[in-house]
């Protein structure tokens, strides 16, 4: 995208429709990665899968559930509490770490935008029969380091409802080959409760 008043155009219109909606409702984000590690003294590993499994109820309740690892944070107006479940032990966040999970919260954007450059806007594209409003951008993993390095995200979002519906993470950090496949799903049904515990 060029400069000026186009590129300009393209930043206001990704900043709004990346912004999450209260009144979408919630949804889900179901992440499936795959690391592929750098080849050594010529030696080829098999890349490690890993699925990532997010619960929002806007405005800042969510759920982050791994394989090994979960994290809840339920709020109520100005006040969350939240709780991080390791193995089969929940254990309650202290106060003074919840500002720093709820600056990384995924409940500003449905894309993270932090360490965000070279933005492009693709208008509709045709991806496996369906089209979607299509934005590309670069994100940087390590933004203070000597060399940062980037991953490239590309945001598909569905043109008739303006909400996410895919999305993709390639790049290679340290050498390792990183690529994420994202999808959206919208269910008022969604809840986010404190654990049982």
Known sequence: MGTG???????????????????AGPYEVDTRMSITPPAYAGKTSPPAESNVLTHVVPPKSFRVRTRSAEVVIVSEGEASRGWVKIGDVWNDVPKAKLPDLLADAPTGSYFITKAMGNLRCEGTKTVGGTSYLTFVYDSVTNPGAESPQSLQVTAYFDPATRRPAAGQIEGTVVGARIHSEMTYRFDPSIKIEPPDH
């Open 5 to 23: 008043a186009a590129w300009a155009d393209c930043a206001a219109d990704f900043a709004e429709i990346n912004q999450v909606k209260p009144g």
